[in-house]
């Protein structure tokens, strides 16, 4: 039984398309991360949500939202696909305040042609 | 914001030892080791907590400085198996005040037989 877990693992798509990333844990966590990695391997953070409220939103373009139907779930959804969007995304979740360890998913790799 | 490692990379011969390092010019709040090998995603390994703290299972060990402002991770006789992309993380404070885990460059390990 995976801990978190993304679908797609790969997204081949075309600029200006809409698409969106799932991500679902099942470690009864209430913290849920999204992270981009991008070619040189940097891991930057997206958004956190805690119990299905957006608590952290870096600077990221408004063409990404995310979404959080329940506390087990945190999609991502984005608009308008650029070149500059292909990177791989990771999903992750953790219990916060407790400096406990990251779950990542395995990864979506998003490439956009 | 995010910490600092050193070296960005690192190629050894099996049986060899390794140091990486990851510093910070503020004091950190705690500090997590990932390994993600090529095409995977991030693998926890230790989280430190303590200035002075020192961990580790295996030959894989790390310390994190009194100042808790550095800590090193410590690959004793390396194997084959311990190739891959080390990252060390941080718990800072997000503009919004919640705690946000943010990692460094990271530090690609090659070791050949």
């Known amino acids: 039984d995976t801990a978190v877990s993304q679908t797609p693992k790969y997204l081949v798509t075309q600029m200006g398309n809409d698409k969106s990333i799932k991500c679902e844990q099942n470690?009864?966590?209430?913290?849920m991360y999204w992270y981009k990695q991008d070619s040189k391997k940097f891991l930057k953070i997206m958004f956190s949500?805690?119990?299905?409220?957006?608590?952290i939103n870096e600077t990221v373009p408004n063409r990404f939202s995310p979404k959080s139907p329940d506390k087990a779930h945190l999609n991502l959804h984005i608009n308008s696909l650029e070149l500059g969007d292909s990177a791989v995304y990771f999903c992750a979740s953790s219990q916060p305040g407790r400096s406990t360890e990251a779950f990542f998913g395995q990864g979506t790799r998003l490439t956009v042609v | 914001q995010q910490p600092v490692q050193s070296p960005q990379a690192v190629i050894l011969r099996e049986g060899e030892d390794a140091v990486i390092n990851c510093s910070s010019s503020?004091?950190?709040?705690?500090v997590h080791w990932y390994r993600q090998k090529h095409g995977e995603a991030p693998i926890f390994l230790m989280i430190?907590?303590?200035?002075?703290e020192q961990k580790g299972h295996d030959k894989i060990s790390a310390s994190f400085n009194e100042k808790k402002q550095q800590s090193s991770l410590y690959l004793t006789a390396s194997q084959l198996s311990y190739s891959g992309t080390y990252f060390c993380g941080t718990e800072i404070s997000s503009i919004q005040g919640a705690q946000k885990l943010v990692f460094g460059q990271g530090t690609r390990l090659t070791i050949n037989p």
């Open positions: 503020k004091a950190l709040y705690s």
């Open positions: 949500y805690n119990n299905k409220e957006l608590i």
């Open positions: 470690l009864g966590h209430d913290t």
């Open positions: 430190l907590l303590k200035g002075g």
